[in-house]
């Protein structure tokens, strides 16, 4: 899995926006504290961790906190 997270990341480098959710979610934030914190719709926030998710190659929450500790993008 590592490995095609690592494939997944270099295709497609995540936003300054997206970073900025990566963070926020190993944070342990929900979608709307999230939206309401960056003051943005909790609806944009979804569609951005499915974005994430994508460019990341996981499917969870959970595993976009592993790559935010793994890559040092935790606030």
């Not at 590592?2 to 926006?17: K, L, S, W």
């Not at 309401?36 to 969870?60: D, F, M, N, W, Y």
């Amino acid at each position: 899995m590592r490995q095609r997270q690592a494939e997944a990341a270099e295709d497609a480098p995540v936003t300054r926006r997206e970073g900025k959710v990566i963070s926020l979610i190993a944070g342990g934030l929900s979608d709307k504290e999230i939206g309401r914190r960056l003051h943005i719709a909790t609806r944009q926030v979804s569609h951005c961790v499915q974005e994430i998710s994508e460019k990341l190659g996981v499917r969870t929450r959970l595993e976009i906190a592993a790559y935010a500790r793994r890559n040092g993008k935790r606030d």
